[in-house]
Every structure is written in C-alpha cells, then in structure tokens.
C-alpha cells in the first residue's frame, strides 16, 4: 500500500506529468532575471490574470466539448456572437443588463444545440458541423452589427469588465467560478466519467450505456452558452461591441486546451491543466514583450510551445507502452511459468 | 526460423499464439522489440521482397478491384497517367482469371463476394512474380473459401514456390497443412515450440503440439435451473441470421458455432440491440423486451462482451476503474451527483483480485494491459451487475492461452451465480470445453444442437463443415 501511494506521488510529480509547471519555474526566473523592475511588478501580474480571464473562459468551455470528443471550431464566433448581440440589446435597444445577458447566454444555448443536433441527428462530423457554422455565425454578427462597432454601452454593464476585487478586474473571478464548476462536473460526477467516456471510445461507451448523444449535446451546449458568456465579458471590458472580436480567440482556446490535456491527468483534456496552460502562455508571452521581442514572437512563442508539449506527450506515451512490453519480457524470462496461469492450471502442468 | 527457396512452411498454433503478430512485424505494420532481425539468404542482385495476404486482406475496399492491384506498385502509377486505362483493366482480367475469378474488376472490393476478394488479394501479391529471392506470406487465406477455391488457391502456391519463391502458410486447418506444407513450424506464446519435415507428423501429432499438455480443466458440473428461460428469442432475422429461435435458462452456457459467414458473429449484437435486428422477439424471464437502446438492453439484465475488445468493449484511454464502473455508476454517487472516490476504489480493488488482474494496479490506463486482462475487466465490468444475460462474442479473441483459462473460469463463475450466458465462439475447442449445449449455425439457420454429452472438439467441426458441404437452402 504504502510503495503504491509513493508511486502515485512520484507519477504526479514527474516531469512528464506536470512538465509546464517546470517550464513555468524556468519562465519566471529567466525573465526575474532578464527583466526584474517591470516582470516582479505586483500591477503587471493583475493586469496579466485578468486579461487572460475571457481566454481561459473560452478554453474551458472548449474543454467540455473535446472531452466528449466534439470538436468545436465555432467557438471564435460564438464568442463573437455573444459579444455583438449584448451589445446590440444594450447599446441600441437599451434593454437592461440582466436580460441583456440572460438573452445572450440563450443564443449561446440554441447555437450549441444546432451544433449538436446537427453532430448527433445529421450525423455530420463534428469538426465539418461546427466549421460550417462559424461562417454562419460570422455572417449574423456582420448582419446584426452591419459590420460597424456598437457603441453606447451603459456605465453598469462596463463595470462588469473593469471592477475590480482585490486589485484584479471581475472577469478573472468570474472564469475561476466557471472553471471550478467545469473540474467538479468532470473530474468529481458520474457524469463527468460518462462525457470522457463518450469523447474516449463512443461505440464502447454506448454499449456500455452510456447516453453517448445526450452526453455530446449537452457538453456542445453547455460550451455554446460559456462562450456567448465570454462574449460579454470581452464587450464589457471593451466598453464596444467589435463585430471583428470572434476568430482570434479560436486559436488561443484550442492551444490551451491541447497543452492542457498533456498536464496533470496524461493526455485527457482536463480543467486545471487547460487555465495553467493559458497563464503559462500569456506568462511567456509578457516576458518577451516587456523583454523588447519584435512582434511577431509572442505567435512564434505560442505555436511552438504548443507543438513541443503535445509532441512530447505522444512520445512519452508510446516509450510507456514499451517498457511495459519489456517489463513483461524479462519476468516472463526469469520465470518458466507465465505469471497469468491460474494456480490450478500450473499444478496440473507439473505433474 | 528459416524458410528455403522454394519451401513451403506453414506456420501453426493456437489463436493467440503470435501468428498474426509475426506476420504483422515482418510486414511492418507492429514495431518488432529490439534485438530481432530478419535476412534474406542467397546471391545475385534482384531485390529480394516479401508478399503479404493478410488474414483481412488489406485491401482498399473503396476502390476497384483493378485500383486495389496496381495500388502496392508505385512504378505502375506513371504509367496510369500516360496509358489508357484499358491496359490495367486488361492485366487485372488476366490475373484474377488465373485463379478462376471472372467478375468485374471496375467495381468497388466492398461489393464482392468474400471468396472474390480473397481472390484479388492473392492476384495481387502474385502479380509481377517473376524474382526468386520472394517471400510469400500468407495468414488464413482460406477462410473465406470453398473446397474449389482452395484447390486453386493451392495450385497457385505451389506454383510460385516452384518458382523458387519462398512461402509462409498460416491456416487453422490441419488437412491443409499436412496437404500443402513441406515444413510445419509451431508456435506457443509467441515462440516456436516444434518443426517437422514432411511426412514426420500427423494430423494426431501436430494437434498434440499446438495444443501442448492441455491441463484438464475440472469438470465443473452445473445444472441449469430448469422452468423459465432467462433469455427467449424467437425469429430473429438480421443480416444474415434467418428465423433464428434459443432459449437459455439461467446457470445454462448455450455456445453459438458455425463457420465464418454462418451469421454466428451477428447474433450477440442483434440480442443486445447493438445492431437492430430485422424482426424478431426477445423476452427476458417471461418480460418482452424491445432490443434498440443498449441503455434499455442493460437495465433489463444484458451485458454484452464485443468481439471487437478495441472498437467497442472498452475505452483504451480510460484505467481499468474507470472502464470496470462505467457500465453502473448509480451505486457510487453520492452527495450532488458526486462519486465517492473510496467506495469505488475499493469495489475495483476487489474485482481486481477476483480477476487475477496482472499488474494489479487499476490506475493504469487499460491499453496498457494483455489482451487477457483487458477481456477479463470487460468481462468483469458485465459481471460486477450481476446480468440475468451474458452475451459472449468471442470471449478469447487476442487472449493468449495462459489467460484465457481465467476468461473460463469467470464465465463458469458467471453461469454458476445463475447468469445465462450465450456464447458465440469460432473456437470449435473453446465451445466444447465451457458450454453445455451448442447450436451449430449455417447460413443463418440452426442446423445441429449438440448436447454436453455430445460435445468435442471434432464433432462441432463435422458438424460445421457437414453443413457447410450440404447448404440446407
């Protein structure tokens, strides 16, 4: 028992399982070093949580659905959407702020049960479904915007974006509330068990009863409406409505999630390992930039951290799987009888 | 091992002895472990290659026949840009009449027959057999086939090891072997056990060596409880199966044998409602059930072991806890929906004994286990919900044999808690052993039942083949 729960600890700490809190520890005390007056300040670090909080919003939302083996490439313009239709509630037909955002959490809703309708009924796959989609979604926000910002937002809805608590601006507490409740769903419920499940092996996990569409439905749904959610969120900050917001946020959700999936739980796209991911980025990213990199390096920064933590993921994996092959090889050499015999069957062998 | 220029080897075993695993590192297909190397003997500078036919054929079942042909020749493709068409179809003619084939060769593999596409499979890996420095190999070619089939088959074997080409022959059927082979080589677990030359065995020998000192399972002398049958089916018609009718009683192993193509791969899946079923009624003690929703099939009292263990049976990315609980999570939530952790630990840690799981840690993602220990958590996930059904596809398939006692004595265990368990097997041997009834399907139909008193290996073969020979149409 008590090697065993060693083993468990020396696995969670090894570098593979959490290697981006090491990269992390190596970050921070390159650029403690290269660039300590403005790196070490307490408002750089504020300003960084709080700018990443609609990003990491977004990825977890994302992590729903790629847990259940859904791909969503509409969640750039879902975000857009979201982001253009409160402000078009607000700022020209000055509805009030809690219907404003209860309507477009609705939207988020509907759109993510279109994805999934068209996912689970049409039986269209899901990265060609949500592809389609997005291009939908980009021509309603370019319709309900007429391509122009929206502007005339209220003074209380702003302050959703610019309040802050202890220093750092409401969306940050907001996206840890929404991570929170994501990580208990999946990593703590029944139904959690059964949307990994869903995203691991589909056929085995309806056989295995498991409501394999309801399950791919729901988390498209529930990822529609967090990203509509983050859509307001960017309108808030912004003070605008920017029908141009949506598909730059695709990327960033997508790299984080990925990354995420190589830390803390072995190659499953996971909660923790998806917010770290988004920090560690932005926490490189801020470096090079108040280190004086040229633009184009916080891209370079972010596509290449991105292939290298998920290409050493997959080759972990396969070097795992063949010292498992060897571990069995040599107790299969050491010993004539295989360990698997039953008892019974090796008595009857050696009389 | 070796194999000579023109020699015919055949290579022998159990399911799981390494076979298929053999054919598919020489092929490339697996990454052999470090330490192995394969050489091709004799002089002179023509490339020496080896020819595959796999046990699925490995062939494009999108495209035509001619495109299958011309796919494993890339010099050919430049060709295909500059010449008509018409000199492909014309070869692919050619080739397939050598073996008898005379069908359309422009049309999709996926809508021949399995005879047919055994056919192009082996047009394919003889064309351009010119070179003596090839090795052929070949894994089940005859599966599919008839008895004027194989003779073909044969006579174009034999014919390109006459033309100094080496061959490997892999095949369950012992006649076949003792007909063809110049050499047999038997395989256990992965290692050659024997070789012997032509005419140094027989049909008596070789079965001794492949199945090596069987230990003798003890007789385990159940009596299925008689009255209500646990499980009911009265005419169901799927793809292949015809009108089929059963009844299992509860503690009752009721095996399903018959030939490749008999429907016998269909009917668990039919049962469970993984495919649906044409027509057809279920009960389950006395109560109608209405197969669709694997959901309603496993509330009623059905579990169901796939014999694809890697598509459908578990979730390779998951532990084995994870996979062991996911059929029933309703006993282990707690407070909002929660699962407590502890009381599925130690449900797993439990069932994990029980099974003999090796290594015993079920924190180890599943795909990382023997094929033995995967099926035994499959089989282990049904069991821990006590099903009234347990339906069996293949229950050993990709087992090796050590484990596969263990997937015996679960499905005893199983039968002995009063589970009725169906089991379809193309394992004549297997069936034997653990059931205590066996219908013999062909062509979709029963044709024989043969009772415990009845059962060996031999008769479910004759029985099997008798039908096979005399299609009851």
């Known amino acids: 028992m008590q090697t065993s729960s060693i083993h468990r600890i020396g696995r969670a700490l090894s570098f593979r399982n959490i290697s981006a809190i090491y990269i992390f520890i190596a970050i921070f005390v390159l650029f403690s070093l290269w660039v300590p007056e403005t790196f070490l300040s ?22 729903l659905a790629l847990a259940a083996g859904a791909f969503d490439l509409a969640i750039g313009t879902e975000l857009g959407l979201g982001s253009i239709f409160v402000a078009w509630l607000i700022g020209e037909h000055g509805l009030p702020i809690v219907p404003a955002i209860v309507l477009t959490l609705l939207v988020g809703v509907v759109i993510g049960a279109i994805n999934g309708l068209l996912v689970v009924k049409v039986k269209i796959d899901s990265f060609i479904a949500t592809l389609g989609m997005s291009s939908v979604l980009l021509a309603l926000i370019a319709w309900i915007s007429s391509s122009q910002q929206i502007l005339g937002l209220s003074k209380g809805f702003q302050s959703i974006g610019v309040t802050k608590v202890f220093g750092i601006a409401l969306p940050f507490y907001i996206m840890i509330g929404i991570a929170a409740v994501l990580w208990y769903v999946l990593d703590c419920t029944a ?11 589909i056929d085995a996990a309806r056989l295995a009863g498991v409501p394999v569409s309801k399950v791919v439905v729901g988390s498209l749904v529930a990822c529609g409406s967090i990203a509509a959610l983050a859509g307001v969120l960017v309108s808030a900050n912004l003070g605008t409505g920017d029908p141009t917001i949506g598909p730059g946020y695709l990327l960033p959700a997508f790299s984080a999630a990925f990354l995420g999936s190589t830390q803390f739980r072995s190659g499953r796209f996971n909660i923790l390992g998806t917010v770290f991911a988004v920090y560690l980025l932005a926490t490189g990213v801020k470096g090079l930039q108040l280190a004086g990199a040229p633009v184009w390096v916080p891209e370079l920064f972010n596509g290449l951290a991105l292939l290298i933590a998920v290409g050493m993921a997959r080759f972990e994996t396969s070097t795992e799987r063949r010292a498992a092959v060897r571990r069995l090889l040599r107790r299969r050499d050491r010993s004539p009888v295989e360990p698997e015999r039953e008892p019974a069957t090796v008595a009857a062998a050696e009389k | 091992m070796e194999v000579g220029a023109g020699e015919i080897v055949a ?45 699925d054929l490995g062939l494009v079942g999108s495209l035509s026949t001619v495109e299958n042909v011309s796919l494993g020749r890339p010099e050919r493709w430049v060709s295909l840009g500059l010449l008509p068409k018409r000199r492909e179809v014309k070869r692919a003619v050619e080739l397939i009449a050598d073996f008898g084939g005379s069908f359309d060769v422009t049309r999709p593999i996926s809508e021949l027959t399995a005879a047919e596409r055994t056919i192009v499979a082996l047009a394919r890996a003889l064309d351009g057999w010119e070179h003596t420095r090839n090795v052929l190999v070949l894994d089940e070619p005859t599966a599919a086939l008839h008895g004027s089939e194989v003779e073909k088959l044969f006579v174009a074997v034999r014919k390109a090891a006459a033309l100094g080409s080496g061959v490997v022959f892999i095949s369950h059927r012992l006649d076949e072997v003792i007909e063809l082979a110049d050499k047999v080589v038997v395989l256990r677990d992965g290692r050659v056990i024997g070789e012997a030359e032509r005419g140094a065995y027989g049909h008596e020998d070789l079965v001794e060596l492949i199945a090596g000192r069987t230990a003798e399972r003890v007789e385990q002398r159940r009596s299925p409880v008689a009255g209500m049958p646990a499980l009911r089916v009265r005419g169901l018609c799927g793809e292949t199966v015809r009108d089929l009718s059963l009844d299992v009683q509860h503690g009752e192993v ?29 009960s389950l003690d006395g109560t109608a059930v209405h197969p669709g929703l694997a959901r309603e099939a496993i509330k009623a009292g059905l579990g169901y072991v796939p014999a694809n263990r890697a598509q459908e049976g578990a979730v390779m990315t998951m532990t084995v806890r994870e996979n062991l609980t996911l059929p029933w999570l309703t006993p282990l939530r707690g407070f909002g929906g929660r699962l407590v952790r502890a009381r599925e630990r130690e449900e797993v840690d439990r069932w994990a004994e029980k099974i003999a799981l090796r290594p015993a840690d079920p924190e180890r993602t599943i795909a990382l286990f023997s094929g033995g220990n995967q099926q035994k958590v499959v089989l282990a996930k049904w069991l821990r919900m006590r099903p009234k059904v347990l339906l069996l596809d293949e229950p050993t398939q990709g087992v090796d044999v050590g484990a596969k006692a263990g997937v015996y004595d679960l499905i005893d265990g199983a039968a002995a808690e009063g589970s009725a368990v169906l089991m379809c097997s193309s394992d004549e041997k297997e069936l034997a052993t653990v059931c205590d009834r066996v219908l013999v399907l062909s062509g979709g139909r029963v044709v024989a039942e043969l009772k415990r008193e009845d059962l060996s290996e031999a008769a479910l073969v004759g029985a099997g083949l008798g039908a096979v020979a005399s299609p009851s149409q």
Not at chain 2, 14 to 40: C, E
Not at chain 2, 254 to 281: K, M, N, Q, W
């Open chain 2, 11 to 55: 290579l022998v075993g159990q399911n799981g002895s390494g076979k298929s695993t053999l054919v598919k590192i020489l092929a490339g297909i697996y990454q052999s472990d470090p330490g192995s190397t394969v050489t091709f003997g004799g002089a002179g500078d023509e490339k020496a290659s080896l020819h595959f036919i796999h046990q």
């Open chain 1, 42 to 63: 307490g408002d750089m670090w504020k300003a960084l949580l709080a700018s990443q909080a609609v990003t990491a919003v977004l990825a977890v939302g994302l992590v």
């Open chain 1, 191 to 201: 139904t959690g068990r059964k949307i990994y499940a869903t995203g691991g092996n």
């Open chain 2, 254 to 282: 009721l095996g399903i044998s018959g030939v490749l193509g008999s429907g016998r791969d269909e009917i668990c899946s039919l049962v469970f409602g993984a495919r649906r079923p044409v027509a057809g009624a279920l």
